[in-house]
């Protein structure tokens, strides 16, 4: 018997970077070291990707590698066909291109964004096979399990001469995307945005590297959690209030996690007001697991926030942070480190509560972002919404959610254990006055559309806690049966199609137990709920707020 061979992917990866080689040396000096000229990109890729490769391009919430994405759709199908795409995001264009392109025909991610409708044409077309939509942790967990890449390509703030890598206040997935490919034998591209002799701080080390190209223009970075505060309603502002005084303020809750929103800004521009007049400041919301967001500013220049950890970095947020260092994680140069994978587990297993919005909610709480004709995938919601089965550390919110839990369910002679906080804040009518509340999630037929083995639930309902709306605030850890659930969910639904068909005589026992409560039953007076609570108005008074520190991006200024 033939003695085995143990280096098959090392020697695989010889191969690649000599073809890359011989290839971008017939041009002329394109590849100096570690540097590529970007008009060689093309024929780089070409050369170190192999038909039926596991592709991942760094799509990330924010940061994007536009320049690789762009460079990956324009190679030929007929020499690079057949690429399993591994990416948290698919917030491009070019994203899809390289399906549509005849370039990639497998699919498995996170989130969809902007592209959430197209991929489902392609999908239901039979154009891209979806493997799975994940959560970020889950994707990141396979990247070192049975989805390592054999190409990463991503994206860096800078680069030198070596090849380290300097991200900046976006790492975001970088870490995580560039260990697992350099670690099993895989080839690693990197653009920057400049290709610099001495990094600020080396992120990401040459050893794992490959080549990086510097880009024609930055990469694109996308404003994601800024949310001005001109747009936020009256509504928005007494769903606030609720949640400040219903939730943080009975639970105790000093360390979460604030999903997208206005409704979470609203909160967040509430604290040093609404909740300062409540005698809460030192009591809730220390410690957050946050991009840093610019309405959380004021709370943190009136001594509410303790630490913030973040997902991403936020555009015109640098200086700010620079200047706040006790507050965010910052490097010796001043910049922020932020880091997807390490974010998402601080908000599963170190948080006490998340708050976050959603498109649908059903009779049984579960809720979902995926609707009709567009897959919109989960991002990280399913993380931070998820009871952490495997937590072991106590604190009072988990060890009180806890407790209402056994006495929802009887049994409290049961071996106790705490429960996070998972709250969906929705009003009950969205967008052009469709329901929030819906008898059957839309997730069902979408499942069947796309051939998928489970409907794209975002977060479950029995990992649901509590559902606030302008109606009130459902506690579902107290519901004590399946029917005491579903009459909870339509108790909230106000005038929506699932709320008129309540059982009011339960909805009021419901009402009495403490399972659904008005805001008048929280001592919530609607009639104060003015835009007058705001801490900051505007994305002008934001600015002020920060001793000018925050520099808004273009389409954020009015003045």
Known sequence: MDPRTWNTRAANRERRLARAAERLGSLGPKLQGRCVAAEAIGELLASVIEPGDRVCLEGNNQKQADFLARALAALDPAEVHGLHMVQSVLALPEHLDVFEN???????????????????????????????????????????????????????????RQGNLYTGGNTEDTPAIVEATAFRSGIVVAQANEIVDVLPRVDIPAGWVDFVVQSPKPHFVEPLFTRDPAQISEIQVLMAMMAIKGLYAEYGVQRLNHGIGFDTAAIELLLPTYGESLGLKGRICRHWALNPHP?????????????VHSFGSEVGMEAYVRARPDVFFTGRDGSMRSNRAFCQAAGHYACDLFIGSTLQIDLAGNSS?????????????????????????????????????????????????????????????????????????????????AGMALPPIMIYGDDVTHILTEEGIANLLLVRNDEEREQAVRGVAGYTAVGLARDHRMVENLRDRGVIRRPEDIGVDPRLATRNLLAARSMRELVQASGGLYAPPARFRNW
């Open 102 to 160: 005849g370039i990639a025909s497998k699919l498995d991610f996170s989130f969809s964004g902007p592209q959430g409708a197209r991929l489902a044409r392609l999908a239901a077309g039979g154009r891209i096979a979806i493997g799975a939509i994940h959560t970020y942790l889950e994707l990141f967990a396979r990247y070192f399990v049975d989805l390592t890449p054999n190409v990463a390509l991503v994206c860096a703030q800078a680069a030198d």
């Open 295 to 307: 309405a959380l500013i004021p709370a943190i220049e009136a001594g509410w926030v303790e630490s």
């Open 369 to 449: 972002t995926a609707t009709l004709g567009r897959i919109a995938g989960f991002g990280g919601a399913p993380n931070m919404g998820a009871d952490a089965r495997g937590r072991r550390h106590a604190s009072d919110t988990w060890l009180k959610a806890g407790r209402e839990r056994r006495e929802g369910l009887r049994g409290a002679a049961a071996t106790p254990r705490g429960h996070k906080l998972v709250v969906q804040v929705v009003e009950t009518f969205r967008e052009h006055m469709q329901s929030a509340f819906v008898e059957r999630l839309d997730a069902w037929p979408l499942a069947e559309q």
